[in-house]
Every structure is written in C-alpha cells, then in structure tokens.
C-alpha cells in the first residue's frame, strides 16, 4: 500500500496570510495526486486534482504542485471562509490512501 | 450535474449486517468512464477507501484487504444505485460511509451527504 504523510497536522493563521500544507508519498505516484477541503458535517470536497489543476468553482488562491512523491497545497491570501479540514489523495493504485488531515484554523 | 444520495440504517447490531445504498443521478453506473466506490471516516482511521465497482464491458470489483473478507459491493442497474453490505460488523466499523464516484482519472469527484452508521447492542 501507498502510505501518504501529511503535515502539519494542524495549523493557525490569520486572514491574507499564506499557508502550505506537504503530502509525501512512500512510493512515485506520478501526478496521480489531489486535495481536498472538509468542513464539520460535510463530505469531502475536490480542490485540485492530478497534483495541480484546479477543480472547476475552486477560488484561484487554491494551488497545487508538485510529482512524484512531493506534493504542495497552497492557499494564498487565507479567507475566514478556508477554515477546514484538509486531506490529500492518490489516487494512483489501490487501495487508494489519504493523509491523516491537516485542520487550518483562521484566527 | 451528478448527484449521490445515500441511504441506509443508522443503527447495526454487532454481528450483524451493515447496508448502505447509494442512488445516482446525472451519470450512470454502467458508465465506462466511471467507478463508484465506499469510503469511510472515523476518528480512529481517518478516511479510508473501502472499495470499488465499476463496468468496462463486465462487472469488476476491488475491495481493500482490511475489509475484504466481508464486503460486497453491488450495483443496480434498473435503479441507477450501488450498494455496500459489510457482514459481521464490529463497534470498530462505527463511522460515517460516503458513496463517491471516481472520473476516469480515478479521482474522486462527486460524493454523497455521508451516512453515520452506528455499531452497538
């Protein structure tokens, strides 16, 4: 199985500033990579797929980069509206794997 | 627009059979350009992919090993809907089940409301 590290854990910042979130693969996975945002009591939703493109509706501070087994979310000029939960996905091979989660506070 | 709407119990006796369906709209699930899968959360294993069906000419199924032994997920085409039934339930399959279904870049772009699925006597 592909194993994905995601960190921080968790992390605080205010409105404007920019965040990153790191997802590593324990194999390649190609670009078969993507992000999503979870807010309490509702299903994960898409923000890129297949490592950087931007899921259609997805505000354009939502970025993503990177191959292989490293991979970047960026959120540029943080919104209150960006309070969540975030996981990344490969989606390479099953069984398909998340990150354990990254909770972005908005203080 | 491809919307899942999700139904099922919200309460399984240990032991028993936990069944989740699944009812699609704005797509198939004889697609051949889809694959609709289980996924599940809870706080003590995150989110967790529990399996797939998915038609390319035939009917195939995958299911993750932690699960495998007693899952089945089906699909009804005269209903557009798929299912999961997970046998022999433990508190340990407590969760909240979601219905998603994966493009044909595999990704998972459409998700169901989620269903909370408690196991207790």
């Known amino acids: 199985d592909i194993q994905m590290t995601q960190s921080p854990s968790s992390l605080s910042a205010s409105v404007g500033d920019e965040v990153t979130i790191t997802c590593r693969a324990s194999h390649s996975i190609s670009t078969s990579f993507n992000w999503y945002q979870q807010k309490p009591g509702k299903a994960p939703k898409l923000l890129i797929y297949?490592?950087?493109s931007l899921q259609s509706g997805v505000p354009s501070r939502f970025s993503g980069s990177g191959s292989g087994t490293d991979f970047t979310l960026t959120i540029s000029s943080l919104q209150p509206e960006d309070s969540a939960t975030y996981y990344c996905?490969?989606?390479?091979?099953?069984?398909?794997?998340f990150g354990q989660g990254t909770k972005l506070e908005i203080k | 627009q491809v919307q899942m709407q999700q139904s099922g119990p919200r309460l399984v006796r240990p032991s028993q059979t936990l069944s989740v369906t699944c009812v699609i709209s704005?797509?198939?699930?004889?697609?051949?350009?889809?694959?609709w899968n289980w996924i599940r959360q809870s706080p003590s294993r995150g989110l967790e992919w529990l399996g797939r069906t998915y038609y390319r000419s035939k009917w195939s199924n995958d299911y993750a090993v932690s699960v495998k032994s007693r899952l089945i997920i089906s699909a009804d085409t005269s209903k557009n809907q798929f299912s999961l039934q997970l046998n022999s339930v433990t508190p340990e399959d407590t969760a909240v089940y979601y219905c998603t279904r994966a493009n044909s870049d595999w990704y998972f772009d459409y998700w169901g409301q989620g269903s909370l699925v408690t196991v207790s006597s």
């Open positions: 996905l490969q989606s390479h091979s099953t069984p398909y794997t």
């Open positions: 297949s490592a950087s």
């Open positions: 704005g797509d198939s699930v004889s697609s051949n350009n889809a694959a």
